[in-house]
């Protein structure tokens, strides 16, 4: 009798977590933003973000590599990092030095100047530098084509031929006019009350661009930089820093998705985590729940033609790629 009355107990309680799960999973979530221009429509093709710039088509986070991103090959967001200046402008460069961009350091080889920074007092970082003292360098200086040459190293007016570091504010007024759909994906990489400056100097930028206030999202790693964000600038959409993106991925994994309370516009992901194992983040549930908030699902960075032709299957908004050249051949395919 007792044993029976256990195993009905047990039933019970696995009904009651069954109907829970089924119930948390029906009830649809409150949407993480109400508009979001990052999420494509049903059916559509994913949009083509050209990491910075398309690095691997042209000299990175250069305004030559972004005009021909966005003229030519008609990529529909540009992506780069953003730091702060001595003086304070904000401009696109990957790393926190510019050393392996540009000809900083006379005519050395790309191997020589890796080797000297592997000493960091020896580099040279943007927040020392003002911005009249990048601008003299040539930030195509190292770029190889697909040949191997170096075609830019020897240009003599780096200002015409678009080759010097570009700022934020530079960029928005180029494609104001001529491209007004154009879209944006930004991370201030400064922290502390750089990172604080950074996020009013961008904000005060976009009020002289304001159709391009609801065409960029803006991530970082800082903490107390997405609070900033988050508490004075609501107005501009937020990527997913690492600690909120894994969250939100461990909450649809284990199918509790009601109760993550995160308020990013996208989530930007790699293709798997490495955590003493690797974590595979390619999951078209995780699309379709990231959907049901509004949140826009993008991944970088994808230089594989297969692992294009995957994520174009599953549905995803935004691929990031270093070669917008070959998504968009690609993409074509597809239409």
Same mark, same amino acid.
């Given at each position: ?51 910075? %710039? #398309?690095? *691997? ?5 250069? +305004? @030559? ?10 990529? $529909? ?113 400064? %922290? #502390?009350? *750089? ?5 009013? +100097? @961008? ?10 206030? $609801? ?121």
């Amino acid at each position: 009798m007792k044993k029976h009355r256990g195993l009905k107990i047990f039933g019970c309680i696995l009904a009651f977590i069954a109907v829970f799960f089924i119930v948390i999973n029906v009830i649809e979530p409150k949407d993480n933003v109400e508009n979001n221009p990052f999420v494509v429509k049903k059916g559509e093709l994913p949009m083509i973000a050209a990491h910075r %710039g #398309g690095s *691997d088509n042209y000299p990175e986070n250069t +305004i @030559l590599a972004y005009r021909e991103a966005v003229v030519e090959l008609g990529v $529909d967001i540009i992506e780069s990092d953003l730091y702060l200046t001595k003086d304070g402008y904000l401009v696109y460069n990957h790393d926190s030095y510019i050393d392996e961009t540009c000809n900083v350091n006379g005519d050395i080889s790309l191997d020589e100047v890796e080797e000297l920074c592997k000493d960091k007092s020896k580099r040279h970082y943007i927040s020392d530098m003002t911005l009249a003292e990048l601008q003299q360098y040539n930030f195509g200086y190292y770029f190889e084509d697909e040949n191997d040459e170096r075609i830019y190293k020897d240009v003599e007016d780096v200002g015409e031929a678009g080759l010097q570091i570009a700022t934020a504010d530079q960029l928005f007024e180029l494609f104001y006019e001529s491209h007004p759909e154009l879209m944006f994906i930004v991370e201030i990489k400064n %922290g #502390g009350e *750089d990172g604080v400056r950074a996020c009013k +100097i @961008l904000s005060d930028t976009l009020d002289n661009y304001p159709e391009y206030k $609801d065409q960029i999202v803006i991530g970082t790693f800082n903490d107390e930089i997405e609070l900033e964000l988050k508490n004075n600038y609501p107005h501009l959409l937020r990527g997913a820093p690492i600690g909120t993106a894994a969250k939100f991925v461990l909450t649809q994994y284990l199918g509790v998705n009601l109760f993550n309370k995160s308020d990013f516009a996208c989530l930007q992901i790699p293709m798997s985590y490495e955590l003493g194992v690797e974590i595979p983040l390619v999951s078209k549930g995780l699309v379709k729940r990231a959907h049901r908030r509004n949140i826009a699902v993008q991944y970088w960075t994808i230089n594989d033609p297969d692992d294009m032709r995957m994520l174009i299957e599953m549905g995803v908004d935004c691929i990031m790629t270093d070669d917008p050249k070959l998504l968009k051949e690609i993409l074509e395919e597809y239409k």
